[in-house]
């Protein structure tokens, strides 16, 4: 099973807060596991990701946490600023390639 | 660099004509995908290339669509005859390599059949 499920679809936060974005999956031979970030009109842009060989990684005010054993990870947002504004989507694929599985996105907006 | 660009942005059609996306990649770029779109499927993988030549087409959801990439610079996704199920955002992205490298996303073509 090739699924990405993702969670909220969509989230209300306010400047300053943390915005917290789930994903699981279920084939276990995903390896590769990055979170894209899209304006509207836009395409999806690479924001962050993370390899299962460590359980966190952080990049500015953006971490993802990795939880093999459930089949987890998700995406933080600190300090959540009103252009964070947008979709955002969590995907995953095997031999780390470019072959994504995409989950079904959440909006975030972020009140000043 | 320009990035990934796509043309036309926008593409209104009736059903039953031939629609036809057009991408071309960043330079350099070894691969190229073509992604859709949709409120109800969200972001779907059609196709990819490599060096040009289709590698994966599993996601072409049927005979009315097909791809091509006559050259490094440029690919092709046509829809004949269209449908107003095919309506949605197409994306074409490209990376350098299939993986340990960032897929980059041009803006899309938003279709919509009548």
């Known amino acids: 099973q090739q699924q990405v499920k993702q969670s909220p679809q969509s989230l209300i936060v306010q400047k300053g807060g943390i915005s917290i974005i789930n994903c699981a999956y279920e084939n276990t031979a995903f390896d590769y596991f990055p979170w894209y970030q899209q304006f509207p009109g836009k395409g999806p842009a690479l924001l962050i990701a993370?390899?299962?060989?460590?359980s966190e990684k952080k990049e500015g005010r953006f971490t993802i946490s990795f939880n093999k054993s459930a089949k987890q990870f998700s995406l933080h947002i600190m300090d959540s600023q009103p252009g964070d504004s947008a979709t955002y989507f969590c995907?995953?694929?095997?031999?780390?390639?470019?072959?994504?599985?995409f989950g079904g996105g959440t909006r975030l907006m972020v009140k000043p | 660099d320009a990035g990934v660009i796509q043309s036309p942005r926008h593409e209104v059609t009736e059903m039953g004509q031939e629609v036809t996306l057009r991408c071309k990649p960043i330079s350099g770029h070894d691969y190229l995908f073509w992604y859709r779109q949709t409120m109800m499927r969200g972001l779907e993988l059609l196709i990819y290339f490599n060096n040009n030549v289709p590698i994966d087409d599993s996601g072409m959801p049927e005979d009315r669509f097909s791809a091509k990439m006559p050259n490094a610079s440029f690919s092709t996704l046509k829809i004949q005859p269209s449908e107003p199920r095919d309506s949605a955002v197409y994306f074409c992205?490209?990376?350098?390599?299939?993986?340990?490298?960032?897929?980059?996303f041009g803006n899309g073509t938003r279709l919509t059949v009548t």
């Open positions: 995907a995953a694929s095997g031999n780390a390639g470019n072959m994504l599985t």
């Open positions: 992205a490209s990376s350098r390599t299939f993986s340990n490298s960032p897929l980059h």
């Open positions: 993370i390899r299962p060989d460590v």
